[in-house]
Nanobody, 124 residues
């Protein structure tokens, strides 16, 4: 079992920045990657970014490319999502997750463990 705890959400004006953190505890051995997803009210959960656990290779959804950066600190079992140039449409609950398989990296069904979510609100 892996437990995930997100932090760093909040209220920010458009154009501002936030940094989300996700701390993992438990049996992380065998994990293939971290992922960040978001879900706005009335919408489906949406893939944001993923990073390979060992290689550090990253992949982003088009709407956040050039603005968001995903990173990880394996020594501390922590992942981060640096969010810059935030827009009102980025408003959502953000969830981190851990993937136990190497492929379908943007599919939420590929992720086994999930955090409780942290709210990000961007005002215009």
């Amino acid at each position: 079992q892996v437990q995930l705890v997100e932090s760093g959400g909040g209220l920010v004006q458009a154009g501002g920045s936030l940094r989300l953190s996700c701390a993992a505890s438990g049996r992380t051995l065998g994990s293939y990657g971290w992922g960040w997803f978001r879900q706005a009210p009335g919408k489906e959960r949406e893939f944001v970014a993923t990073i390979n656990w060992w290689s550090g290779i990253t992949y982003y959804t088009d709407s956040v490319k050039g603005r968001f950066i995903i990173s990880r600190d394996n020594a501390n079992n922590t992942a981060y999502l640096q969010m810059n140039s935030l827009k009102p449409e980025d408003t959502a609950a953000y969830y981190c997750a851990v993937r136990r398989q190497p492929d379908r990296v943007s599919d939420p069904r590929s992720y086994t463990y999930w955090g409780q979510g942290t709210q990000v609100t961007v005002s215009s």
